[in-house]
């Protein structure tokens, strides 16, 4: 190492050496799992929180490592200075999907809850993470009963004017047209939902177990 630095002070480069760093696969044969992201989008209220809790817990039962990203953890750290306008939400997004592409490249399972409510915004974060790592699960629940749930007020501080550009009130949230599973979260039981959403990833992450 002595030797590399030497050779870069000399001649005032520093070139990237990527296949020093431990391997993606290595990491995964290691932690005995598959590692991807799964992207939760919806709605606020449709239950993309709630679901992603229950699946991280139930993939930690089963000795699965993984992280969970969502606006409480990711709004008051890393995006803390992003706004809500169109540019920020974008961004927002951005840096989320380059977050949980480094926590892939550690073998890490990543349970990403954002809304992220436009085509384009999601294609983005595909793109970042790459195809074959990116799950796209729709958590659809109808904007009526997404209210009904809203314990924290935000629907009715929305139809009052005080929060502008809130999605599904005065910014539209557009339905995801390809993802890998919708879960109808109106029609389905807390517990139906999670199962659904368990049974669905677990094949995806299983990796000599």
Known sequence: MEGDMKNAQETGRVYPEFHKIIQRADKESFLKQRAKVIWLTGLSGSG???????????LFSRG???????????RVGINCNLTFTEEDRRENIRRIAEVSKLFLNCGIIVISCFIS??????????????????LEIYINSPLDVCEQRDVKGLYKLARQGKIKDFTGI????????????????????????ARKLVNFVLPQVTNGR
Not at 48 to 58: I, P
Not at 117 to 134: K, V
Not at 170 to 193: A, G, Q, W, Y
């Open 48 to 58: 993309k929180t709630t679901l992603g809790s229950y699946l991280e817990k139930e």
């Open 64 to 74: 699965y490592l993984t992280q969970m990203l969502d606006g409480d953890n990711i």
């Open 117 to 134: 409510p436009t085509q384009e915004i999601r294609r983005m974060a595909r793109a970042i993470i790459g195809d074959g790592d990116f």
């Open 170 to 193: 005065d910014s539209p949230f557009e339905k995801p047209m390809n993802c890998n599973l919708e879960i109808r979260t109106d029609l389905l039981s807390v517990e139906e939902s």
